[in-house]
């Protein structure tokens, strides 16, 4: 009869992946098992201690609070990067005593105080007894409260030489923090860590006073990150209802944030990566067999060092056909290929899921998302904001609408600012409506912007530097940077332009920043262009869209600054 013994401890995410992995396969291959799993008390401190030089602690130290102190008696100190270094060197001792008494163990890994094994019951017995002898003599002491013992084959018997203390599972059970058994182990252990604190966590970030703060901590917190480490080592058809529970709480979320239901529509570009015109909110059902696939090729050669032996994951194939479903054909992975890294994959998934998803739109939706998608332009999205520079919780939240195509008025009516046009229910006139300066003031803001950019360079910028052109009034630096590269001085001139107009929208939706590029050509470098290098200086229109593209000759112009 087989047996496996858990000791656990924290995470080294490759490392323990590939203890998982062995373990499960392990357990896939055998017809009886039985497991045990269990921690030692102040690993760290006590055998840190055992070992530490005369010269270290040859008087305690003190620990301070207020007016009282407090003896410093034990282990290296908190933070000491010897600490885990010399419980290694403790804790090889013991490691290396098991090798040798029993080599037949299928399964003998360590990551600090989490060990793994696995192997005839006898076998983990006598490792147990190693462990439970050997180990206070190097002051590891055994925390039996930590124990269990499980039976993958649902025979007790194999509990029967162990210690009664243990706690005993028979078939399912948990291995360093993720589930390893039946579909419906694995579907109700993820609901209930998922049920356990997220739904609070959740509903507070809709209640907090400031939608971007809420949003950014939704994003980088509480969202696809929670999930992970779940999705790369159970396989992705055991969880898919937990994956889409989760997804649905995080939307939930998100729709508190911005006081709004959303669209299907709405909720695909959400889930999109900001590269692709999205949000970031990762969808974990969609991205779950993708990390599955990646994490198992990536710990594959550790666990096989392990075992000695070659594996073969039951659960590969499913995988992959899921995975490929989300795939465009051109990407489509086999077991045999080599496969990619998570984020590579998850790439792909956010490529055809972009394709599908600019498939359903109208031909506007269909320019914005693609102008989303501009290099950077989704910059603000991640943005923390500073006491400096930052949004009112009015201008995120209608920011948001807009760049995800969520409506921001009840129904189209005439623009109370200029009386001429229809404003739509997006919002889109708004940004080119000409009348109350608006788009004086956009323009002047990026001016002034630059050119706080350039003070801090030392590069000496003018602002609005007359008499450029001879026998004219006209005044297209908005900033002027002298001796700007061999000898010649640089005039910069602004502009923004809205893609989603009548004139550029059909060519913005199938061209990424069509319209700023066009925009440069036509109305900047066809009119000055030649005239100001006839002055001897260079010239360089800075055209951004609304939705945060930037002309393609501008990068250059940013490269030269960020190396100051």
């Not at 419980?87 to 990551?111: E, H």
């Not at 923090?177 to 109700?188: A, M, N, T, V, Y």
Request: with cysteine; glycine share 4%; charged share 20%.
């Amino acid at each position: 009869m087989n047996s496996i013994l858990t000791l656990q401890l924290q995470n080294l995410k490759k490392l323990l992946i590939a203890i998982q992995l062995a373990a499960k396969l392990i357990l896939s291959m055998a017809s009886t098992a039985s497991i045990a799993k269990s921690c030692l008390k102040n690993a760290l401190k006590s055998s840190s201690k055992s070992i530490n030089g005369h010269f270290c602690y040859s008087q305690h130290s003190l620990l301070f609070f207020g007016n009282f102190s407090n003896s410093s008696e034990a282990g290296v100190q908190q933070g000491h990067p010897l600490g885990p270094f010399l419980f290694c060197l403790v804790l090889q001792k013991l490691i290396a005593k098991i090798s040798s008494q029993v080599p037949n163990l299928r399964l003998n890994s360590w990551y600090m105080d989490d060990g793994s094994f696995f192997g005839n019951s006898r076998d983990v017995l006598k490792a147990w007894n190693i462990v439970k002898n050997e180990g206070p003599t190097l002051v590891l002491f055994p925390n039996i409260s930590k124990f269990e013992l499980i039976s993958p084959s649902c025979s007790t018997s194999a509990f029967d030489d162990f210690d009664p203390e243990f706690k005993k599972e028979v078939m399912d059970m948990e291995i360093l923090g993720s589930p390893i058994g039946s579909k419906d182990f694995s579907e109700k252990w993820m609901q209930e860590k998922i049920n356990k604190k997220l739904p609070t966590l959740l509903e507070k970030l809709t209640i907090l006073d400031n939608p971007q703060v809420s949003y950014l901590i939704l994003l980088f917190c509480a969202s696809f990150c929670k999930i992970v480490w779940y999705i790369r080592t159970v396989p992705s058809t055991f969880i898919t209802d937990t994956c889409q529970k989760f997804d649905e709480l995080v939307l939930k979320s998100f729709e508190g944030i911005i006081a709004c239901g959303l669209s299907s529509q709405s909720i695909k570009q959400i889930q999109l990566s900001t590269k692709f015109g999205g949000a970031g909110l990762r969808s974990s059902k969609d991205n779950a067999p993708a990390a599955y696939v990646s994490s198992f090729f990536s710990s594959k050669p550790l666990a096989q060092s392990f075992l000695r032996s070659p594996i073969i994951n039951p659960h590969l194939d499913s995988c992959f056909a899921s995975l490929n479903s989300k795939l465009l054909m051109e990407d489509f992975t086999e077991p045999s290929s080599e496969v990619s890294q998570q984020k590579d994959l998850s790439h792909k998934i956010d490529k055809s899921n972009s394709v599908q998803l600019s498939s359903e739109c109208n031909l506007i939706d269909k320019a914005r998302i693609l102008c989303c998608s501009a290099p950077h332009a989704s910059a603000w999205i991640r943005a923390l904001p500073t006491s400096s520079n930052k949004f009112t919780n009015l201008e995120w939240v209608l920011a948001m609408k807009r760049w995800l195509g969520i409506p921001i008025y009840n129904k189209e009516h005439m623009c109370v600012a200029c009386h001429k046009q229809i404003m739509d229910i997006y919002g889109h006139h708004a940004a080119v409506c000409p009348v109350s300066g608006d788009r004086i003031k956009r323009h002047n803001a990026l001016r002034d912007c630059f050119y706080d950019f350039c003070s801090n360079a030392a590069w000496a910028p003018v602002k609005e530097k007359p008499f450029l052109m001879p026998f004219s009034s006209e005044r297209p630096a908005d900033i002027f940077i002298p001796n700007f590269t061999a000898g010649k001085g640089l005039v910069v001139d602004f502009a923004c332009t809205c893609p989603i107009q009548q004139k550029y929208v059909r060519s913005s939706s199938q061209t990424l920043t069509f319209a700023c590029n066009k925009y440069a050509q036509e109305v900047k470098y066809d009119c000055f262009q030649s005239r100001i290098i006839s002055e001897g200086h260079l010239y360089l229109p800075i055209v951004f869209e609304s939705f945060g593209g930037i002309s393609d000759d501008a990068f250059e112009f940013s490269k030269k600054y960020f190396k100051v």
